[in-house]
């Protein structure tokens, strides 16, 4: 090789060479998601779960808690969670939160969507939902209803029920019995 073209051609060989070496992972056998393979007999290049696989965490075995239902299918009547003062709280947090734009704080069903267009819900106060099952409050915030979409995504069947114990709460702060209160209370009231 002539000498003069050795300041070009040793540098642009070492150039090569240090460019091969941070080859190692971004070439590698792999299957891209859904590609055909020739690995397995049908072409597929995953295989499909075994049947009744179950994601880490979302082993829900408890038809009550999970789905708000009863051994019977039916939903249950009773929150199956222990009410605290805790859960309370965590629900009036998760209902102002997820709940509230569209049926109000109280649950009277004028939030802002509702006043800005949106389906206005029947409120919670009315007699056929006072009288409806917890379970069915769960249902309808994990499945939808109507135009309301589900929202098992964003809320989790502990806070579900954290919710469902807050709209009894609402509920409960509109409609109680005169004979509910001791007779003082009751006395400052009809003042
Ligand atoms: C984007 C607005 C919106 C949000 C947010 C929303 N809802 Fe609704 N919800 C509605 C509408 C609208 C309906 C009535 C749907 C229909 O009749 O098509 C409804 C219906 C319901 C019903 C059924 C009432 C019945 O008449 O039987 C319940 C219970 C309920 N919502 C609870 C909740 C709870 C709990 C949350 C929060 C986790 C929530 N909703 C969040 C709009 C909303």
Redesign the pocket.
Known sequence: MRRALFPIVVPAAFALALSGCRNDMHHQAKIKPFRESKFFADGASARALPEGTVARGFLREDAALARGQGPDGKFVERIPVPLTRALLARGQE??NI??S???GRTGEGQ?M??QRG?????S?HVE??RA?RAG??FD??TNG?????G?AMQ?TPED?WA??AW?RTLQASQHMPGDFLEREDRERLDK
Not at 118 to 122: A, I, L, V
Not at 145 to 149: A, H, I, V
Request: net charge positive; hydrophobic share 45%.
């Open positions: 998760r209902f997820f709940c734009p569209c049926h939030g969507i509702v949106f389906k206005r819900p029947s919670f056929r939902l409806e069915y409050f309808v915030i209803f109507g135009q309301m979409s929202y809320v579900r919710v469902v709209i």
